[in-house]
Each structure stands twice: as structure tokens, then as C-alpha cells.
């Protein structure tokens, strides 16, 4: 029998969690965070550790696992994590220690979740790096194999189990990009495989549901970005602010710069700490970037050569949801020694992700270069979450006995339920909403 429980990440996006028993042996799929609570919390506790477990629960940031640890705690086997987006991995450090057991992803993932646990003092883990495509035995029952698929961070995955019953898979969060400009694409042979086997039961990330047509490629991006970087009038300096995970960007970024001959700086600290991962588990050679600054003093010094040869640099930048502390917010507030103006362009790389802080922090930070005359570009970028089209692909692709969508609020799961029919899903008999804290049981 096959029981999935919905922790977080079904009534809306963020803090993923989900727990599969199959026949008494209990899989968790992503620990992950609740990014606007996380970033109210962090308002008013900057030095967060694990001795936070308690509030971070309280203050809904992380999923609530209280009750389930009592009943079912022992039968956990696994944790399994899809990638190192925060709102998936976040939460590891605070709620796996007490399940005694594995917790397994990607390389890359692993490296994220290995600074998350410095960062918040907490005790060693046992961490198992799984390549994607490399088989692993979690019990007599049930083997596990991650999937290589394409999404916004490197060595992204979706999670298939064996089971007796058939494959059971989830996928949160994935796009399919067939030119990936970093890393493999989708590793559709595996997943025909998967079908051939049988799959019993496919939970599905929703977040672009609603969206028509299919989600475009990173490489479009990288054609957009090398469009405005040559459109910017040579002696302009052109700060680019994107996602600090988004290495395959990041990268990009810096080729189209090298080729338009403007040398590059990267500023910002979680810049540091995915530029290292991706190094760390060769996503990139340690030459392909420059050395990330972070520190006043550095980001300071190296200003100067900045100001000192306009047109020269691009600098590519924390700060694009205008989120405080962050590079762009210090450089706007004046604690830099580095004043913009008009001769300079602020690309954002990013959609402003919609929540009321974010909203109101972005429309402050743009209004503020506005009024210094800076030029400015923005959602220069393309989701990592699958399109409608790209939904309707993997599911004739897999054609699972059971449909789970997941990553969304009630709308982006409706969505999803609703381009299932077309393959014959029904709602009720096999595809199913489930709702944060709600469980059911599959046969
Ligand atoms: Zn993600």
C-alpha cells in the first residue's frame, strides 16, 4: 500500500515536503523553507542556528513534522532531495538529524547543504552525493535513482523509487530544455525506461501550470543577454544581477562579457557560496569565473578599477528582488564608495518573484536608479519551471496509474489536474489534489 503525505509545497509554493510509505517504509522527498516567512524571520533574527528548530516551525518557515516524527519517525529510510533551490533543501539542517537516516541528492545539492549546516551550527549528517543515473539500494524494497533533468541549479533531478508496484516519481522542480548551456538535458531515454517498467504514481511540480505554450531554453537567454550587453553604449558600466544558484547564467554571463572584451566582477556573498559548490563538484572549472568579492573593503578596491574605466566591466551582482543587505541595496543606500549614475546600465536577470516584500523592495530599488538616470533592463530571464506544453509531454511520456501535482496553490494544482484529462485523468480516481497536511492513500 502506498500512502503520500503533503508537508508543504501543495497549498502553496515553498517549504516542499512529502512523505511516501510504501508498505511501512517511508521515503522523504524535499525539506525545504518557506522563502517569504523565511525572509520575515530572518528581519528580525539575522544569526539563525538549529536552537531556532522550534520558532522556525512556529513561525511556519519550515514544515511542521512534530506529530508525524512521534508515529512514523522510525519507518523513515530516506531523505531524498530533487535540488538545491532553498525552498527545497533549506530545512535539512533543523529536521533531518532526528530520522537517524540518509539523506541523499545530487553533488552539487550536497555542497549546498553542507554550507546551510555550517551556517546554522548543525551536528554532521549522514550526506550521500548520488549522481544522477547511478542506482542505490534503500531497502529490500525500494531503489532509488535520480533522474537527470534541466531546471535553474545545477545538477538539478527528479527522484524515481522502484517499487513493486511500479516507479513512483517526483518531479519538483524541472523545465526541458534540449540546449541546456550548462550540464545535460533531460535524460528522456531514462524516463522511457521508467514507462516501460510501469509507474505507479507521478507527483509533478505546477508552479508554470497555467502558463501556454512551452517554457523557452536557457540558451535564448544567453542570446537576449549578449543583445543588450552590445546594445549598451560602450561607455556604460553594466551591473547584472541574477540568481546566485543560477551558475549555468552566471557562466554565461561572463563568456558573452569575455567575447564583447568587458572583463567581469562577481560581488555578493551566497554568490560565493554556489560559485564554490559548482567548483567543488566540477558543474565548472575553477578558472571560468572570477574570484567572488563580498567583503567592503574588497568590493571597495575593486570599485575603483570600476569607476577608474567606464565601459570596461560588467559586474554581475546580488540584489535583483531589491531584498536589503544585498549588493544592489548597499550600492543604491550609499555604502559603497561608488556612486551610479547615468553612465551606468542595471540589467536584472530575474523575474521579481511575486510576494508583497519583494514587490514593493524591487519597485523601490528601480525607482532609485530611475531617478539617477541609470538605464536600466529588466526580466531579462526565462522560468526553470515547465510550461503546459512541457506538462502535457511528460505525462503522455509516463502515463502513470496515478497524477499528484504539486508546487502550487490550489490554481497551479487545478491546472495541472486539468491538462491530465486529456490523457483520460480524472479527478478523484486517478489524479488527486492534496493539500498541506493532507495525506492519502493510492492502490
Ligand atoms: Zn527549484
Redesign the pocket.
Known amino acids: 500500500m502506498i500512502k503520500v503525505k503533503a508537508f508543504g509545497g501543495y497549498s502553496k509554493i515553498g517549504k516542499s515536503m512529502t512523505a511516501i510509505d510504501i508498505d511501512g517504509e517511508i521515503i522523504i522527498t524535499d525539506m525545504g523553507a518557506d522563502i517569504e516567512k523565511l525572509v520575515n524571520f530572518e528581519e528580525d533574527k539575522n544569526d539563525i542556528t538549529v536552537n531556532d528548530l522550534t520558532a522556525l516551525i512556529d513561525n511556519n518557515v519550515i514544515p511542521d513534522d512534530r506529530d508525524f516524527f512521534m508515529k512514523e519517525g522510525k519507518k523513515v529510510k530516506a531523505i531524498v532531495l530533487?535540488?538545491g533551490?532553498l525552498?527545497?533543501v533549506w530545512a535539512v539542517p533543523f529536521l533531518s538529524q532526528k530520522y537517524k537516516c540518509p539523506v541523499i541528492a545530487t553533488p552539487f545539492s550536497i555542497k549546498v547543504i553542507e554550507n546551510l549546516m555550517k551556517n546554522f551550527r548543525a551536528k554532521s549528517l549522514r550526506l550521500i552525493p548520488l549522481n544522477t543515473g547511478t542506482p542505490y539500494n534503500i531497502s529490500d524494497n525500494i531503489k532509488l535513482e535520480l533522474v537527470n533533468v534541466t531546471?535553474?541549479?545545477p545538477n538539478?533531478s527528479m527522484i524515481a523509487l522502484h517499487t513493486k508496484y511500479g516507479a513512483i516519481i517526483y518531479a519538483?522542480?524541472w523545465k526541458f530544455d534540449n540546449t541546456p548551456t550548462l550540464g545535460r538535458k533531460p535524460d528522456y531515454e531514462k524516463l522511457e525506461q521508467l514507462r516501460k517498467e510501469g509507474i505507479f504514481l507521478l507527483i509533478s511540480d505546477s508552479t508554470n501550470a497555467e502558463v501556454d505554450g512551452y517554457t523557452f531554453s536557457e540558451s535564448i537567454v544567453k542570446t537576449m543577454l549578449e543583445d543588450i550587453v552590445k546594445k549598451t553604449l560602450d561607455n556604460k558600466t553594466i551591473f547584472i544581477s541574477t540568481f546566485s544558484s543560477h551558475i549555468a547564467r552566471i557562466k554565461n554571463i561572463v563568456e558573452i562579457s569575455r567575447k564583447l572584451n568587458r572583463n567581469t566582477m562577481i560581488f555578493g556573498r551566497s554568490m560565493d557560496m554556489y560559485i564554490k559548490a559548482a567548483i567543488n563538484t566540477n558543474v565548472i572549472n575553477k578558472g571560468a569565473l572570477p574570484e567572488v568579492a563580498f567583503r567592503r573593503e574588497q568590493i571597495n578596491g575593486l570599485l575603483k578599477h570600476v569607476y577608474d574605466r567606464p565601459g570596461k566591466y560588467v559586474v554581475i551582482c546580488t540584489g535583483h528582488q531589491g531584498e536589503r543587505g544585498a549588493f544592489l541595496d548597499k550600492l543604491i543606500t550609499g555604502q559603497y564608495q561608488y556612486r551610479l549614475s547615468g553612465e551606468d546600465a542595471v540589467i536584472f536577470s530575474s523575474r521579481t518573484i511575486p510576494t508583497p516584500i519583494n514587490e514593493a523592495n524591487k519597485g523601490m530599488l528601480k525607482s532609485a536608479l530611475e531617478s539617477l538616470n541609470v538605464n536600466v533592463a529588466d526580466n531579462v530571464h526565462v522560468s526553470?519551471?515547465a510550461s503546459k506544453n512541457d506538462h502535457k509531454l511528460l505525462i503522455k511520456m509516463l502515463m502513470p496509474k496515478h497524477l499528484i501535482p504539486s508546487h502550487g496553490g490550489i490554481e497551479k494544482l487545478s491546472a495541472n489536474i486539468e491538462l491530465a484529462r486529456e490523457f483520460g485523468y480524472e479527478l478523484n480516481k486517478n489524479s488527486h489534489i492534496l493539500l498541506d497536511g493532507q495525506e492519502i492513500t493510492l492502490e
Do not use: F, R
Request: overall charge negative; hydrophobic content about 10%.
Open positions: 530533487t535540488h533551490h525552498d527545497h531546471h535553474s541549479i538539478s519538483n522542480d526553470g519551471h
